[in-house]
């Protein structure tokens, strides 16, 4: 047991029920919530149809980072939707350009010691302030809002031991990164990794926040730093020095396992197409010609980041054959920038300045082109992310970005230092950040919310209801897929699908569309005959984001059940929270024993969850009969059984 350590102290006074033991279930009281308009919009649909006045948190705000294309009504709709939603139930309103949730939520909001729960998978960002940020799907969310506790499994607590100093042009994404190496992205599944040792004094809170944004590539619950005098510093510095408290582990803190990092011996590294953990020293791949440059993101675009980004480039241009972007994290950011001259270096050197939001993350207004190089400060490079499916997507940190900028091929920004003979920068933090308050709207006062009339458009549909579990599941295999299936994969995002959001029967006309776009004709005839789609999954199923519709829209559309070899944390909550039962093989090679089309039984399967047994499923065609095992706490398994949280939420307030 991992006590005395910084994640143990935040969870013990956290703690609601259940036993701090790794693989126990618990239950933690949330103190703070976030969404951004992607997530949000579902979210608040959810929290209005709990039927609760106002929100029971500390504090929750609703940001608007993700969808800001606004080429028709659907996505200037979804915010006033969000902003009215905000005014009537006491939430902090975050406008659209105001920043990035993330770096926003760090830079204003994040609280050392306290709880976050964001409909967002970098939620963790905020770890970098000595939080316990986890990411979860809208209705976890939702629920929080409404008071309710988040159940989750208690984590092993891995201690990353950082050592030594980080050698020049050596920064927090390549830390990261070197872990990403390591442990690849299976490594964090039901892990908090919490960062200690004297290498931890080198890196500032956004520096910090860089690793614990990125621990979510890992799969990891939540990633933390210690609160310290560092922290201290820069509370200070945004005016906020009353948040401050000091949370650093016990002398005696003891770790469930350690993981040493020698700084010193780190250097420039890259993640190659199309994984987070297919990292490489930069040096191995140079020469490898360039399309675009991309620096932003919620991992990488703080304001130390665009500032030494920005100084590198100073006095030159980039590549004529590149095109080089900068999307600041935040209006705090792009503010800072202005007024330290960073932001007139990007512009003499030839960049696009874009707007302080997701954008190119998510394939909004900067996709690369057909079978395109594209090297990013990001933290994802799935297949078809960045909006083009053929495209190739680097991700590194914001100086091998400039350095690719500049050269018009990868190269190691070391050799290009050297070449162009540029200096490396330490970047002083300032004592007083512009705090940017303006493009937020706080909470109305109580007695005025009652008048609040909730704007909705259109684009607005309201939830469908969903049926309880069925006693024995009839139905037919809709679909097989391969290892580390993402919820990209499941439900693509884009700027003709992001729009979609707060609309189940839209969206879910793309799920899987682009790996089978039978997929959804398929579910339908299923439906009309009355039976439910089985989806077949090899390990890590659903990585990647805390994307609800990836587990609603396919539940929508009549699946009942995905068969797999492993999960993804937040996908398997999301599946358990619409009512989608999540079954592992018992025996692995079992996976080979379907094919698409196969008539499927699993019967008796609410008296198999009750008693704790295995379940059986019977494959028809074949006439085969596989054993299943399921990862489901009491509470998840009351949840299935009422077809997902929402009826079971509405069922409790019914008692
Ligand atoms: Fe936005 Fe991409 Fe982060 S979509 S929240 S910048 S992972």
Known sequence: MAKGTVAWKIIKNHLVSGKMEPGEEIAIKIDQTLTQDATGTMCYLEFEAMGVPEVKTELSVSYIDHNMLQTDF?????????????????????????????????????????????????????GGMGMLAIGAGGLDVAAAMAGEPFYLKMPKIVG?????????????????????????????????FEYFGEGVKEL???????????????????????????????????????????LLPDPDAEYDEVIEINLSELEPLIAQPHSPDNVVPVREIEGIKVDQVVI??????????????AKLLEGRRVHPDVVFAVAPGS???????????????????????????????????FAPPTNGVSVRSFNRNFKGRAGTPDAKVYLASPETCVAAAIAGEIIDPRKLAEREGVKWIRVEMPEKFPYGDEAFIPPLPKEEREKVEIYR??????????????????????????????????????????????????????????????????????????????IIGGENYGQGSSREH????????????????????????????????????????DYDKFSLGDEIEIPN?????KKGEDILVINKTTGEEILCTYNLTPVQKEILIAGGRLNYIKNKHRK
């Not at 792009?334 to 960049?351: D, P, R, S, V």
């Open 74 to 126: 659907r996505n200037a709709d979804d915010h006033k939707y969000l902003m009215s939603v905000a005014k009537k139930f006491g939430i902090w309103l975050s406008k659209p350009g105001n920043g990035i949730c993330h770096q926003v939520h760090l830079e204003r909001f994040a609280k050392p010691g306290k709880t976050l729960l964001g409909s967002d998978s970098h939620t963790p960002t905020a």
């Open 160 to 192: 990353v031991h950082l050592k030594g100093k980080m050698p020049e042009w050596v920064t927090a994404k390549d830390i990261i990164l070197e872990l990403l190496r390591r442990l690849t992205v299976k490594g964090g599944l039901g892990k908090i």
């Open 204 to 246: 500032s809170v956004p520096e910090r926040a860089t690793i614990t944004n990125m621990g979510a590539e890992l799969g990891a619950t939540t990633s933390i730093f210690p609160s310290d005098e560092i922290t201290r510093a820069y509370l200070r510095a945004q005016g906020r020095e009353e948040d401050w408290v000091e």
């Open 296 to 309: 932003g993101s919620c991992t990488n675009s703080s304001f130390v980041d665009l500032t030494r980004a």
């Open 331 to 365: 209006k705090q950011a792009l503010e800072l920038i202005t007024q330290n001259g960073a932001l007139l270096n990007f512009l003499k050197a030839g960049a696009r300045i874009l707007e302080s939001a997701c954008g190119p993350c998510i394939g909004m207004g």
């Open 457 to 534: 458009g259109p684009n607005i549909k309201p939830l469908p209801e969903f049926e309880p579990l069925p006693e024995t599941i009839e139905g037919e295999v809709a679909l097989i897929v391969e290892d580390n299936i993402t919820t990209d994969h499941i439900m693509p995002a884009g700027a003709k699908i992001l729009p979609l959001r707060s609309n189940i029967y839209a969206i879910s006309e793309y799920v899987y569309h682009y790996v089978d776009p039978e997929f959804v004709p398929r579910m339908k005839k299923l439906k009309e005959k009355g039976k439910a789609g089985i």
């Open 550 to 589: 990836a587990a609603l829209a396919p539940r929508f559309l009549g699946v009942r059940a995905v068969i797999a070899k492993s999960f993804a944390r937040i996908h398997h909550a999301n599946l358990v929270n619409f009512g989608v039962v999540p079954l592992e093989f018992k025996n692995k090679e």
């Open 605 to 609: 399967l609410i008296e198999r969850l």
